[in-house]
Structure formats: C-alpha cells, structure tokens
C-alpha cells in the first residue's frame, strides 16, 4: 500500500522518470498537469473575483456607515435626496413583501408540484410544468406593470376593502387603501417565485422513491394520505430547500417592486395596505440620484442585501444537499 | 428711334416686373413656412465619409419621449448610414444630465433635460474644459410641451357628470393646485375647489327635499410624485412657486414630501404616471399632456392662468405661452421660465425641454451626427428641392410635435437652437453643423 500511494503521487507531480515510458502515458500525465493547473487558475479566479466583489461591496459602503451609523438600523427615515439614511423600513419592507410572496406561493407552489408529479398524466406534466416556468422568463418589468394596470384596481376596490372590512379594521388590514403597496407587492412577488418553489419541490417530489409510494398504497393508504403523509414528509428538505430558493429570488427582486410598491422609504409599515420600499428597488431608485455619501449609504443596502440573500441561497444549499445524501 | 426703342425696353421691362411681382407674392403664399438654407440644402442625412461606427445614443426626459421617439425613428430611417439608437426615455432627465456629464466618455452622446445645467448645482462633472459646468456644454431646446394635471375620480364617472365636464372641465386655481400637492387641501370636496367648479352639481334627496350640492366625492386626494430628479417636477414646481409660494420656495425636483398621514406614491417616469392615476382612485398628479390624452381613465383639470381664465393644455393654449414669452434666453431660469404668463389663452405650466451635448466632441463624426440629428429635431419641413430625403420626405422632428402631443418650436427659438448647435466643434475648433458635412 504504502508504494502505491507513493506511485500516484508521484504521476499526479508530473514527475517522468518512475513510471512507464509509453507515450500515450506521458501524455495523459502531461495533459493531468495542465488540466490541474488550469483547474487552479479558474479556483483562484473565482475566489478573487469573490473576494474583489465582496470587497467592492464593503468598501463602497463604509462611507455610509460612517455618516449613519449604528441608525442605519435603527432608524426608519430614507432620503437619499435629504442625506438620511435610516434603512429599518427598507428592511422591514423586503421582509413584509417575501412573507406575503411565501404565504401565496408555498401553499400554491407545493400543490402545483405534487399534482404535477403524481397526479397529472406524464404528457400533461411536461405540459403544465412547462407552462409553469414560463412564468420565469416573463420579464420583471412586465409583472410590474400587470401589477399596477391590471391587478392593483382589484386590490383597491376588492381584496383590501374585504380584508379590512372582515377583520374590522384591525392590524395588519388597517388604514388607507391605494391598491399599489405591499399586499400587492407581495402578492406579484408571489406569482414570481411560484415557478422556482414548483420546479424545485417538483424534483424533490420525484427523488421520493417509488417503493415508498407503493408499499403506502399496499398497507391501504388514500390518494390524499399518500401524498400528504408519505410524499410530502419524505420530500420535506427538497421542498424546504426550494421554499428558501424562492425567499431568495423574492428579497432580491427589483423592478417590479420598484413599480407596485409606491416607492414610500420614510416609513415602517404598520398595514398591509402601507405603501413601502425594499432595499433593492431603493437601490435601483435612488442610484441615477446618488452622489458622494449617498453612493455609500446605497453600497451598504447593498451589502445588507446580498448578506441576507447569500444567507438564505447557503441555507437552501445545505438543506437540498442533506436531502439528496439521505435518500 | 432709339428713345423710342429705350423706352419700349423700359416699358417692357416694367412689366415684366409688375408681372412678376404680382406672381411672386401668389407663390408665396402657398409656400410652406419653412426655408431650406443652406445648411440643409446640402441635406441632413448622414453621409458614409461621416457616419459614426456605431449608432449614437440619445436619452434622458421622458416629458419628450413622446415626440423624440418617431422623431429619431424617422430619421434613422431615411439614412442609409449608422445614425441615431432609439430614444431612450425610461428614466428622466436626470439620467440624461448625468450620463452626458459623469465621465470624460459620455454615456450618452446627447442626454435631454427639463431643466438645463447650471455653472453652479447639485450637477457633477468628471473633468473641465473651461470653466463651470454648463460653459462646456451647448444646450438647446428641442420640445416645447406643457405639465398637465391629470385626476381620476370615479365619483365624477357618471354620464350626467361628464357631459358637465365636457363643456366644462374640472377646474383648479394655481393656489389650490399648490395646496393639494402640499397636502393642506386633503378632500376633494373641499369648500374651495367645490366653488371654483359651481356648475358641476348633483341633485340629491335629503328627507322629502331635492337639494343640489357639489359633486365632487367626500373622498381623500391621493397626490402621486415623481422619482427625484424628474424635470417635469421641476417645471412644475417653478409654476408652483409663482402661484403657491409659501409651500413651494423656489424650483427642485425633489419628490413631493409627505405632510399628512397620506402617503404619496412615487413613480418613475411619465408613462408610469399616466398608469398610476388612471389605476389609483381619487388621484391627482401632473404629466407632460401628451401622456394624458393617450391614457384612458387619466382627465385632465383646466387651471386658472395669471388673467384670471381657465385653460386647458392643449396646442393653442401651449403656444400661446410661448408667444407670450419675451426676452427667452438660456442663462436663468427667469429667463427660460414660461410658467405663469399673462394672456387670455395662456396655459400656465409650460415649457421647453433641453438637448444637452459636448462643446467639444473628441469624436468627429459622433459630433457631426449628433449636431445633425438635432438640427433636423429643432426645425419643420417644409419647401425642398425633390431627390433631398428630408426635403422630399418633408419632415423634420418638430413635424412630429402636433401629432404626439406638443407644440413645434416657434421660428426664434429654431433660430436660437441653430445659433448654438453652431457653437459644437471638434477637437481641431472646427464647426460641425456646415454645409460640407
């Protein structure tokens, strides 16, 4: 054991003069070196390009720290015109408007990728299935407008007079109605990550093994037990892992949230109905305007933004890995 | 003999030109309005010597885009060589002072502003020629359109109700517009606006009686802004601080701030605010008045002008504060404001968009394309010789201007605008607008 360890690590150093002297071997030894060394230039690539990126990030945003400081948490007053950087209800903002996106889309998405998987005819599956994802190459900019022209008249004269009205005007459906804002924003965000939550639960449907479906229906199980007792929890970190996918699209999301949410920065949302703002349509509102420090207090909504979505992408990551390991 | 013969010449000479005097005044007065001279009788297209490797890139106010858009299609059209990209108006005339003025490379060959720049402001500049901002830069006016303040109540949607708005519009005092947009008149049936639109009544029951009372709905007045740096906010907002000035000091183009527990949308460009008004009841905002007409469920308010009239933006109305402007100049503001004049036709929130573009263009034939594109965007068809394409097409982009919702340059601005595209050079100091190129 102990030569042919030192055998491979010899070839792997590319050193010659201990192994055969076919040609076809050198070269493939020759051809191992250069393949590892270009393997370690696109390493080191990525990791600087990382680094240099995170770095950017950082750096550009240490002026705003300096001129906020610890109230760029605390406080809810944004204006970048009137150099206050108060980034509480940006943040407050991008959380409201996922959590809604998350209560449309879970239950919605998960339904759509069970059926799809286990209920529909296989031709019909790649039909619908396609039909959902079709839904991903809309252009955000489109579901902004479809947002504000066609959904947000519903909204006003509909949905948030019944919400509030049913809840008698308490808390979270209190206060003025304007159609736009963040029950609409969250809603639109909603229909925008449905895709991705019914592609990935979709998969983890699939990775269910047969065996365990069968053996239910033999011991006597429903359709509905099936699906929801035997499917669903054997699948749990697949469509976790995509329920955090969709959280990372959402908080991300930029242009049509620019659109439907009304843009309002000052104010922490106290109603569904509240107009608002997120950090990234804050971003990309507020960036033609920024000069000076205001191009700093943007670079750290920037950095506050790609922490939150790095760490929901890890979590995601680490669940759907676990998932694929266990089955 | 020859007396005689002298004075058959003369006789006949003479009328010859009484002749032609007579005929010359008859073609005249079916002659189009508009000279060729003699920088575009050598034509306006781009020639291959000249033409740019790439097409050059224009943007900034949407206020213009309207017109800019078949404008510079048309022009790219009839030139067989690179000429001019699409207009791009997503994002407002601060993108379009910006990106002429943050880097020694513009990113837009011409940016487009409501406002132009200034020596001194919040505008940045990456590098200096000369000194102060504005002197390195030629700035002209290419569209003159008016602010029109858009609402949309639904309670004034009845057919009884529009045939009273038909004949007369809504109808808003400067005073009162200054009021709503600083949040101190709230309601719509407010005493004040309810008195200015007398004529516009319902009848309604109350116990056994039939009284008649306003008809504007005891309904909040959501106002929707503009993004910061929205030049039709500024223009806007110099027409505010002559009728409102208490509320508004002096022009920005700072979003409208919040005062009440209302909240005020903001919207990105004109075409969002069309949207927004016609999608949020009982909503009032302001837009170049071309967006308005092309918007379904968007109505436009009459406002009370310095004489006392009530006007809506229209054609007329738009070119008559153009007309009633005298002393226009570029240097200030008062100068360039045409908001608040005098005239019975007047309509009070007017104004001029700006071409903003390089003194010196380091890229000849960028700079050439560019002077030329804005000739043919400041002037008007008219007369031409046949085989000239814009001659024989007879259009130039003021052409476009009635037909998309604003008003063609008077004649003394065209001049002005001619006078500074002549003052674009080269890096050699050589004119760029000639008749050679």
Known sequence: ?327 | MKKNLRGSIGMAVAVLGLSASAVVPALAATAPTYTIDSIMVNDLTIKAANAPTADITMGGSSFVSNILTPALAHYKAINTEKSVAAYDGTQGSTNGRKKVTGAATPALNVGFSDFPLENSGSDTFTYTVGSGLASNFAQLPVALGGVAITYNVPALNSSALQKLLAKNPLTLTGAQVGKIFAQKITKWNDASICATNKTLTVKVKVGKKTVTQCALPNETIHVVSRTAGSGTTYMFKDYLSKVDATDFASADSAVFAKTTGIDIPTVANSAAMATQIDALDNSIGYVEYGFAAVTPGVNVASIVNASGVAVQPNATTVAAAAAAKTGFAMDTLAHRSLNNLTGKSVYPITGYSYAILLKEQSNRNNGITAVKVLDYLTHQGGAGTAGRPFTKAGTFGQDYAAVTGYVALPKTIQTLARNILLTVKDSNNAVLLNASN
Do not use: C
């Open chain 1, 1 to 327: 054991m102990p030569m042919d360890q030192s055998t491979t690590s010899t070839n792997a150093a590319g050193d010659l003069s201990n192994v055969s002297s076919s040609p076809k071997f050198n070269l493939a030894a020759r051809g191992d070196g250069r393949y590892n060394i270009a393997m370690r230039i696109g390493q080191a690539l990525l990791a600087i390009f990382i680094i240099v990126f995170f770095g950017s990030i950082i750096i550009q945003s240490i002026p705003g720290w300096q001129s906020a400081g610890f109230g760029f948490f605390t406080s809810t007053d944004w204006s970048n015109a009137d150099f206050k950087f108060g980034a509480l209800s940006l943040i407050a903002g991008t959380l409201v408007t996922t959590f809604i996106a998350l209560l449309f889309a879970v239950p919605v998405g998960i339904s759509a990728a069970l059926s799809i998987q286990f209920l529909l005819h296989r031709r019909l599956r790649v039909f619908f299935s396609s039909l959902v994802e079709v839904l991903a190459i809309v252009p955000s900019i489109v579901f902004g407008v479809w947002g504000v022209a066609v959904i947000s008249p519903w909204t006003q004269h509909t949905l948030e007079p019944f919400l509030r009205d049913i809840s008698g005007g308490a808390p979270p459906f209190q206060g003025e109605i304007y159609g736009i804002g963040l029950l609409l924003g969250g809603l639109v965000l909603g229909v925008m990550i449905l895709p991705t939550v019914v592609a990935v639960s979709r998969d983890a449907f699939a990775m269910v093994p047969q065996t365990l479906i069968e053996g239910a229906y033999g011991l006597g199980a429903t359709r509905t037990q099936v699906l929801f007792r035997v499917a669903l929890p054997a699948a749990r970190r697949g469509v976790l892992g995509a329920v955090t996918l969709g959280t990372g699209r959402a908080l991300g999301e930029t242009v049509a949230m620019a659109t439907i949410l009304g843009g309002v920065t000052n104010k922490f949302p106290s109603s569904a109905f509240d107009l608002g703002a997120t950090l990234a349509s804050t971003i990309a509102r507020d960036f033609l305007e920024a000069t000076g420090s205001q191009v700093g207090a943007l670079g750290s909504l920037a950095l506050i933004l790609t922490v939150i979505v790095f760490a929901v992408n890890y979590i995601a990551r680490k669940i759907i890995t676990r998932q694929a390991v266990m089955l």
